[in-house]
């Protein structure tokens, strides 16, 4: 059995893979640096391209809500 966890902020995504079984300490280690390496790569975009993808994740948040 493998685990594959994506984690996206926007459309900067991190993606882990891996086929080992796993305990739960171990699934919560790679959780922990999905969260990081994604963090990591949004904090090395320059300052406006960070703030274009908090804009464009709430505008397709505020259209998700308005075709409601």
Same mark, same amino acid.
């Given at each position: 059995?493998?685990?594959?966890? $994506?984690?996206?902020?926007? &459309?900067?995504?991190?993606? %882990? /893979?891996?086929?080992?079984? #796993? ?5 919560? $280690?790679?959780?922990?640096? &999905?969260?990081?390496?994604? %963090? /990591?790569?949004?904090?090395? #975009? ?23």
């Amino acid at each position: 059995m493998g685990l594959t966890i $994506s984690m996206s902020i926007g &459309a900067l995504q991190t993606e %882990l /893979d891996t086929d080992q079984d #796993l305990s739960f300490d171990a699934i919560e $280690s790679i959780l922990t640096r &999905a969260v990081k390496s994604t %963090l /990591d790569a949004y904090m090395s #975009l320059p300052q406006e391209e960070r703030m274009r993808v908090i804009y464009d994740v709430f505008s397709s948040r505020d259209e998700d809500e308005d075709d409601d």
